[in-house]
């Protein structure tokens, strides 16, 4: 049974839903809402209207959203249609590589029967995870403590489960170290997504989506009109470039016109998170003492040695697209203090 969603009516202005074959009007399109538009991925649903759609749905006689009868896939992906309308591209196929992941595993128990138990098998059967555990049971977690919210489910039955500390991405690469990974890699499109990381201190997302229409070759900048921190900073995001990069970018510009710039060796799609994580996993296994180095090791490498060589904290957190300083001091101030501290160590060692 094809599970029911809300679509919109042109000529009422409104949203509706079908259930047991009666249109049911959820709600007038909200002012200042975004122009309903349908796509592959379906409807774009006001959060208004995707909040009536599940009330609606969970008092439903026989609805599939009743909480003694919802399975855990049917749960997941109303949560990840409420995620792709309320939170950034990032997050949302965050939610959804690890739902898609557990509901592999155990989308078909009801939602109410499901035990803390199951998380941690599905978790334990995924080993190369590493730091990315924790972020999988935050989208299991954040599924069911939205279901409750929105009266899917009575209660939440995953919420005692603690997902754990995060990982310090403390790591910082030597010289040395950045070239035994960029050696280790066989295909020239990686290295240089790799490289790029490196010299721009981007977030690999950032990477990812680049396309022509976001560099400006004149000014030495890749420019995010969306991106992590747009809801704060109300700003587009500025990559400043070094030559290397501006000559990169004018290469890739030239080859890939629309589109993705860094793409895999088939050139028909972008790096993805998988595919990164994937591709580091490799890595790790070729180079068995960088055994904790994650991608986001470039980045925090980026900063560390910025900050090492000088350049001031507002500059950091610039470069790397922060809305202020705080995160830059916090985590990787110390680290060049440290470092700066220990070289003068070790000259006196010697004197």
Avoid at 213 to 224: C, S
Avoid at 230 to 249: C, Q, Y
């Amino acid at each position: 049974m094809r599970q029911p969603k809300p679509w919109f009516r042109t000529a009422k202005n409104a949203w509706y839903v079908e259930v047991n074959q009666q249109k049911v009007r959820l709600g007038a399109h909200p002012e200042g809402a975004p122009t309903p538009k349908k796509s592959k991925a379906g409807w774009n649903v006001p959060n208004s209207i995707l909040e009536a759609f599940y009330r609606l749905m969970a008092e439903e006689p026989g609805s599939q959203l009743k909480p003694a009868t919802i399975q855990v896939v049917a749960l997941c992906d109303q949560f990840l249609d409420f995620s792709q309308n309320s939170h950034s591209q990032d997050t949302y196929q965050s939610y959804r590589h690890f739902l898609q992941s557990f509901c592999n595993d155990f989308g078909t128990i009801l939602a109410p029967n499901l035990l803390p138990l199951h998380v941690t098998r599905w978790i334990a059967s995924h080993p190369n995870w590493d730091g990315g555990k924790r972020h999988a049971i935050i989208a299991i977690k954040r599924a069911f403590s939205w279901a409750k919210q929105q009266g899917i489910l009575t209660s939440n039955p995953l919420a005692g489960i603690k997902a754990g500390k995060s990982n310090a991405r403390t790591r910082v690469l030597s010289k040395a170290e950045q070239s035994q990974i960029l050696g280790a890699i066989r295909d020239k499109q990686f290295r240089e997504f790799m490289e790029a990381m490196l010299t721009t201190g981007c977030r690999p997302s950032e990477l990812s989506r680049l396309t022509a229409a976001q560099v400006n070759l004149e000014k030495g900048v890749w420019e995010f009109e969306e991106h992590k921190t747009a809801d704060k900073t109300g700003k587009a995001r500025i990559v400043f470039l070094t030559p290397t990069m501006v000559e990169l970018s004018r290469k890739l510009m030239a080859k890939f016109p629309e589109g993705p710039l860094f793409r895999g060796p088939r050139q028909d799609r972008p790096f993805s998170r998988g595919s990164i994580v994937s591709r580091f996993a490799r890595l790790r296994d070729k180079l068995p003492h960088l055994k904790h180095f994650v991608c986001y090791n470039l980045r925090h490498t980026y900063a560390t040695h910025a900050l090492v060589n000088g350049v001031g904290v507002a500059q950091v957190a610039e470069l790397l697209g922060h809305t202020s300083t705080e995160m830059v001091s916090k985590t990787y101030g110390h680290l060049a203090d440290q470092i700066a501290h220990m070289l003068e160590a070790a000259k006196k060692a010697v004197e």
